[in-house]
């Protein structure tokens, strides 16, 4: 397989429910856009935005905001989540014609411009990705808070993956390093305004 170099902006989206997507229950409770934008060969800026949610906020007028965040040419990253197994489906939802989009399919429409790339990734992958970066992320024994959270360590361990499957080595090395480094003077600046 050819490597591609990283895309010029990607924004590497991490969104986490109350419940599973499927489930009629299921609220957005928190999200995080990491956004890397190239300038240069391997010279990346970062950026993050964190935003939590109750659960009466409309869920597509959250997504649609979350399109409205995104640069137009941005390479969009999501974690998809594979389909409910048919036995595992509540039969009152067999009366239904048309099952809601999931926010891969939501996104990909108000995104027309950009290109989403939805992928499955289970819990243990992310964990092992986000260790190249240094981050650890909650276990499944965390906390709601902890839930909540680690969004935008999704994101980010998210990224670790696209970079490991489309990017030459030495660019990934490149990068990785300048996200290390980012994230050093962001812990600095977030002690200092807690000072």
């Known amino acids: 397989m050819q490597r591609l170099p990283h895309s010029e902006t990607l924004t590497s989206l991490s969104i986490i429910r109350t419940h599973p997507e499927s489930d009629p229950r299921s609220a957005i409770s928190s999200l995080a856009l990491f956004t890397i934008t190239r300038s240069g060969r391997c010279e990346p800026a970062f950026d993050i935005e964190h ?14 905001g979350v399109a409205r965040s995104i640069p137009m040419d941005a390479v969009v990253l999501i974690r998809q989540y594979p389909p ?7 039969e009152s939802d067999a009366a239904e014609p048309l099952d809601p989009p999931t926010d891969v399919q939501f996104l990909a429409r108000e995104l027309d411009t950009a290109a989403v790339i939805g992928f499955e990734v289970d819990d243990h992958e992310l964990a092992d990705a986000g260790l190249a970066l240094g981050i650890h992320l909650p276990g499944s024994a965390s906390t709601p808070m902890h839930w ?48």
């Open 51 to 64: 935003h939590f949610f109750d659960p009466t906020d409309n869920q597509a007028d959250i997504l649609r």
């Open 84 to 90: 409910l197994a048919p036995w595992m489906r509540d």
């Open 148 to 195: 909540r959270r680690r969004a935008t360590l999704h994101a980010q361990a998210m990224w670790v993956i696209y970079c490991a499957a489309f990017c030459p080595l030495n660019e990934q090395r490149a990068l990785f390093a300048a996200h290390i480094a980012w994230g050093a003077i962001q812990r600095v600046r977030e002690r200092a305004v807690l000072k």
